[in-house]
């Protein structure tokens, strides 16, 4: 069945309440002209996802993402090392605490390293200088007090790292401002967690 012209789509979209047929978006001046549209996107057919409208400097997303991706690998192997080096000082429950957030930031950095191919950029896995391209450190810690501390203390820093990224792309890139947002959440909770267990530690 060959396409609904503009003109048609009008003729048979539901009237509003004053018995009159709503704007098409073009008329609304929401949307671009489609024909315009359709042949500004065949011009950059070979990046992908990114579409001629989006609205942020790619490189400068693709760079934060990349540090973000450093920052989530790092946290990875600090929960691994702190729930391995809990055994036997820790209950299970904290160290169960421990390996979920583990799981839980690898979740994250896969989902940042698919963003970052979606727009067009390599991540950085290279464990050359992961350390310094992470915003968080990396601190085995020693007693569980110190692990739980330094956990809440990379938590806190990833809390503002990521805000500040999410008010850098604002309404840019809505795509990496959305799971930025969800990841946010997730790290808000992280610490959250890591201070209910801190309040139980004693020195
Ligand atoms: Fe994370
Ligand atoms: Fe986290």
Redesign the pocket.
Known sequence: MPAQTATQARKSAPTSGNGRAPAAPQESGFLSDVKALRERVRQHIDEGAVTPNYGADRDKVVALLNAALAT?IV?VLR?KRHYFMAQGIASDSVKAEFLE?AG??QE?ADEIAERICQLGGEPDLDPEGLASRSHSEYVAGTSLREMVRE?LI??RV?IESYREMINYIGDRDTTTKRMLEHILA??E???EDMNSLLQGIKD
């Open positions: 989530e946290c929960y957030h839980e930031e994250h956990d990379a938590e990833a997730v790290e909770e992280h610490a």
